[in-house]
């Protein structure tokens, strides 16, 4: 599938089938997110891959959804912030990066034929938590990851014209 058919596509998927995610999706998956650019190259995040049967009652103290649970795997962005590109303002790109590893790992799942759905309404230190996390890590986002069983809802999106400016704002 072509890049522009590829995000007509993808949708946030909030219905898992049973079916397992295989090792070879699910490693270009992180190979998409370990090519995706950061701030100097830092690459200061990890990806954890957590298999949530067994363990949903802990995960729902991180997003009370049920099927969030539901899906075969769940990934987690972290990124250690100490160890991210600061723009000369201060500005902390940990987030940028982050947000740029996660889009990889969503639209690389969308053309394998895997759902995912974007997580940033989690509670951070239950995530801390489940994750075992040091403390120089953060929580940024997390996605299910598995076979859709839903349908997607038709997209609304602004017009382009509310969206783009040219030269200034």
Excluded at 28 to 55: D, H, M, S, Y
Excluded at 57 to 82: K, M, N, Q, S
Excluded at 105 to 121: N, R, S, Y
Excluded at 128 to 143: K, N, Y
Aim: proline letters at 8%; a positive charge.
């Amino acid at each position: 599938m072509d890049f522009a058919e590829l995000i007509q596509k993808r949708y946030s998927v909030r219905a898992f089938r049973p079916l397992p995610v295989e090792d070879q999706k699910l490693n270009t998956i992180l190979e998409a997110a370990r090519l995706a650019p950061t701030a100097a190259n830092r690459q200061p995040f990890k990806v954890i891959v957590i298999t949530p049967k067994g363990r949903e009652e802990g995960l729902r103290r991180v997003y009370d959804a049920d099927w969030f649970v539901t899906a075969p795997l769940i990934l987690a962005v972290v990124g250690t912030p100490a160890k991210n590109w600061s723009r000369r303002d201060g500005k902390n790109y940990n987030d940028v990066d982050t947000a740029i590893v996660m889009d990889h790992i969503v639209l690389q799942a969308a053309d394998l034929g895997l759902g995912t759905c974007w997580i940033g309404a989690f509670d951070p230190q239950a995530a801390r938590a489940v994750l075992g996390l040091p403390s120089d890590a953060e929580p940024v986002a997390f996605t299910p990851l598995g076979y859709a069983a839903d349908n997607p809802k038709a997209k609304h999106r602004r017009p382009l014209a509310e969206l783009v400016a040219y030269e200034r704002w």
